[in-house]
């Protein structure tokens, strides 16, 4: 990436995209975690089992 023909980053293009576009993704599957725990709806597994999920039960 450059600006006025002056380097800004140094980074090969995919890296970039998964820097900026799944950082972005990621936070917003978080908001929306928070949101539905806030609305008392268990969310869905996501990395595995959530705490809304008790293996206990």
Request: proline content about 9%; charged content about 15%.
């Amino acid at each position: 990436m450059s600006k006025d023909g002056k380097a800004l980053m140094s980074v090969p293009r995919a890296g970039l995209l998964r820097a900026i576009m799944l950082n972005h993704w990621y936070h917003h599957r978080g908001q929306i975690q928070v949101y539905l725990r806030m609305l008392n709806i268990p969310g869905p597994s996501v990395y595995g089992p959530t705490a809304d999920e008790s293996p206990f039960m």
